[in-house]
């Protein structure tokens, strides 16, 4: 058993390289999808592999033995095995709530000071101008969705590239992208190998409203000078927006700008591989997961005295 259940805590170390492939490979709409998903699977299959290891160590201790009713010792590997694993699986757990929970802390207090920057500037049905000095726009989640744009930025572009930069943004929330980011920020604290995968995430979150804003205005030179110049503009101001409100001027813009000036490729054979090789370590993560909990359980059950062995 011990032996299955590492297999959850190896497999999201290939997850960073698939995910830039997919990227590469598919269209951004699609691969946001599938590299989301699979990250979050991942990550909980990471998640019931360091829980296993935890409640076989604590089984190990007497009183938990008794509070388990057990009668018999529980079959596993040596205690010098289990034991060491119970305990770093019980830091690494300790360390990722603590993490999390300071992330969502920052997180909600960013959000409740964009949503109140936001109600103060006037609005223009989802549109939301802010009086500031700091050339910022970004989607903002909530009930109604807003787009926040400061008169920096507006004063930044021209009429044509603030189109392209509202259907930018727009793209966000009809996309519903701000899930997106925060299902990548779970998943990086789940497991270290994940967070790398946080950024390729956000990276196909913008390539996805980048191209929605191309084909929204008609027009990809025009969107890509605008996510430029709103980028070029906005370098060097701090934005107080959370992180699960996305913006054009985040990720790397040149790769997105070079993305739109050039002509969307045709999909490849090779497409079929990455999401095959994507798939097969998400299913062999779920089978390890499942197949060593069906076990664990069943060496409890014999521990006991309900099953023979």
């Excluded at 360390?95 to 000071?113: D, E």
């Excluded at 021209?158 to 009809?174: G, I, S």
């Amino acid at each position: 058993m011990t032996a299955l259940l590492l297999l959850p805590l190896l497999l999201p170390l290939a997850m960073p390289a698939l995910a830039r492939r997919t990227l590469d490979r598919l269209a951004p709409a699609v691969a946001l999808w599938v590299i989301t998903v699979s990250a979050i699977v991942l990550a909980g299959c990471s998640l019931a592999a360091l829980g296993a290891f935890v409640v076989t160590g604590l089984l190990k201790l007497p009183v938990f033995a008794a509070l388990g009713e057990l009668v018999h010792p529980l079959r596993t590997a040596s205690d010098l095995v289990v034991v060491p694993a119970a305990a770093t699986s019980v830091g690494v757990l300790a360390v990722g709530a603590g993490t999390l929970v300071r992330s969502v802390l920052h997180q909600l207090r960013a959000f409740r000071t964009a949503r109140d920057e936001a109600g103060l500037g006037p609005a223009a049905g989802d549109l939301c101008v802010v009086d500031s000095p700091r050339p910022d726009a970004y989607a903002l989640p909530g009930r109604p969705h807003r787009i926040v744009v400061t008169t920096a930025m507006l004063r930044s572009l021209d009429a044509a590239e603030r189109e392209a930069l509202f259907a930018h943004e727009r793209a966000h929330n009809d996309g519903g992208h701000h899930f997106f980011l925060a299902t990548a920020e779970l998943a990086a604290h789940c497991h270290p190998a994940l967070r790398p995968v946080r950024e390729t995430i956000r990276l196909a979150a913008e390539r996805a409203a980048d191209e929605a804003a191309a084909g929204a205005v008609g027009d990809r030179r025009l969107t890509a000078r605008a996510i430029a110049r709103a980028a070029l503009a906005g370098q060097s101001a701090r934005s107080a927006r959370p992180d699960f409100a996305p913006a054009a001027t985040s990720g790397p813009v040149p790769r997105r700008v070079q993305a739109l000036l050039s002509t969307p490729a045709a999909p490849r054979r090779s497409v079929s591989w990455i999401a095959v090789l994507l798939a097969a370590c998400v299913a062999v993560s779920c089978a390890a997961v499942g197949t060593g909990m069906i076990d664990f359980h069943h060496r409890v059950e014999v521990a006991q005295g309900e099953q023979s062995r």
